[in-house]
């Protein structure tokens, strides 16, 4: 089955600044992709997303960026505060067998420092 | 709008026993539904998935089954759990149909503990 099994790395910023999370996707067919974050026990909740035709998109403190070239996603953080402490997925949406299959990508752990 | 339930949060069974996780989703129809099983600290594995009644998509081969006996109800169970069963379960949702991007939503997660 497509799944991660990767033990989550973990990067850690002071309260403030910027992180900078990667993630690298393997199927290039993928033509839409998801930024989730997940706080301990509960389930993975929408961050952002981004078509395959796009190669940045931002939000709300938040901008995702996409290179096709090298299959490559990112999920910038501006002003980090310590709510952001959690582990962030990426996810690439493809159209297999008739269904749209959500395949999550290696985690990272954020840790704020106050 | 939409919402999705999942139970119970929490579940410590012993070796053998049977399972029963139930998902509900309410204010949508003919939605796609999966499963998803988290280990301690690693990613998201897809299950099963589901695009309409009685229609069950295995990802990986495993000791659990999943049935979805009505539109908005996903249900996943096994007639006798291994240790390996233990985990975080999450079942998730999103709008049908290929022209649709949804972004999927989550339970808020069964943790079940084999002992």
């Known amino acids: 089955g497509e799944s991660v099994g990767l033990h989550l790395p973990t990067l850690s910023v002071q309260e403030g600044d910027n992180s900078i999370i990667n993630c690298a996707y393997s199927?290039?067919?993928?033509?839409?992709f998801i930024w989730y974050k997940q706080e301990s026990g509960k389930g993975p909740q929408f961050i952002i997303d981004?078509?395959?035709?796009?190669d940045k998109r931002q939000g709300q403190r938040v901008t995702v960026l996409l290179n096709k070239t090298v299959k490559h996603l990112s999920l910038q953080i501006a002003a980090t505060q310590p709510g952001d402490s959690a582990v962030y997925f990426c996810a690439e949406i493809r159209w297999t067998d008739s269904s749209y299959k959500l395949i999550f990508g290696s985690g990272t752990r954020l840790l704020v420092r106050p | 709008s939409q919402t999705i339930h999942q139970w119970p949060a929490t579940l410590v069974q012993p070796v053998g026993s049977p399972l029963s996780l139930e998902c509900t989703v309410e204010?949508?129809?003919?939605?796609?539904l999966y499963w998803y099983r988290q280990a301690a600290g690693r990613g998201l594995q897809l299950l099963f998935y589901s695009v309409g009644i009685g229609q069950i998509s295995s990802e990986v081969p495993q000791n659990l089954s999943a049935s979805r006996p009505q539109d908005r109800q996903f249900i996943l169970s096994s007639k006798k759990l291994l240790l390996s069963d233990s985990g975080f379960y999450l079942c998730?949702?999103?709008?049908?149909?290929?022209?649709?991007?949804?972004?999927?939503?989550f339970g808020s997660g069964t943790r079940l503990t084999v002992v």
């Open positions: 199927n290039s067919a993928s033509d839409y």
């Open positions: 998730a949702w999103r709008g049908g149909g290929k022209e649709s991007n949804y972004g999927y939503t």
């Open positions: 204010g949508t129809s003919n939605p796609n």
């Open positions: 981004i078509r395959s035709n796009m």
